[in-house]
């Protein structure tokens, strides 16, 4: 975060001329095809891109299990998630693209240094290699660790819920689901293992399965928002204690965008992976998830039907 501010800073000054007889100015806004140079079209199938580094945000709702207070914290949380993102996201990339040329850093030229290391260079800083690497690996590190307790914990939650083995909802005598956390890190390991066996394929297809997956849940709360919304209204009597304002229009909207977005993976050069292996891997663990249905109702009847036959003997 620190390194992120420091490039914010040093990259306006930059910008601006603050200590330099030849600014750079707004010069690499304007020129190069202009502030569009692919039009609407461009920007809009830069989404489907670009909203991939946003997926974890819903990570701060899966901790209200946990927090004291998650009527206070989580509106709290979010307010400042958004404006980290506004600052670090959208800010790092306008001081990005107004120190060096988009031209220079799209896709398809062969790009040896990083970007950001390039304008670390330009402001003469030494060790810029070295500094970004520090904070990509650390950046790396975190999010790491972030979405291994978001996958333990949905996993716990699947076992306690029983739409998992009831044997990952065991937990550890100081409280830790030591089980689901074990099945999560085992599957790190195995996209490490198909990132070693097929180099250049596993990242394509597991970024197309992490995308739909992530845009499939996004979905996913939406439309559990509006149910839950109006279940709670009409069995509790009283509002909710978190109120999203506009509401139905903006989760409506927000399901739209997505879909939207996701659909538009289709003509982004080299993401219909997104679709073609999301949309096969949903269809797969629906499948499981049906078999696994039919086995519990089947399973559920069994011992119904063991109990009434045990209750008939038991009045003769």
Known sequence: MAAILV????GAALIFGVHQNHPIGLANFRNYGGFLPHGLRGAWLALAVVIYSFIG???VAVTAGEAKDPEKSVPRAMRTLLLRLVIFYVGAIVVLVGVIPWTEIQPGRDITVSPFVRVFDVMHIPAAAHIINFVVLTAALSSMNCNLYMATRMIFSLSRAGFAPERLGWVSHKGTPLAALLVSAAGLGVAALFAFWFPGTAFIYMFGISLFGGLLAWLTIFAAHLRFRKHWEANNGRTLPIRVKFVPYTTIAGAIAVLAILTSTWWVPGMRVTLQAGISWSLLLSLVYFVWVRK??????????AREASASLADK
């Open 57 to 59: 945000a819903e990570v």
């Open 296 to 305: 519990r109702e089947a399973l559920v009847r069994t011992q119904m039907s």
């Open 7 to 10: 490039f914010i800073v040093l």
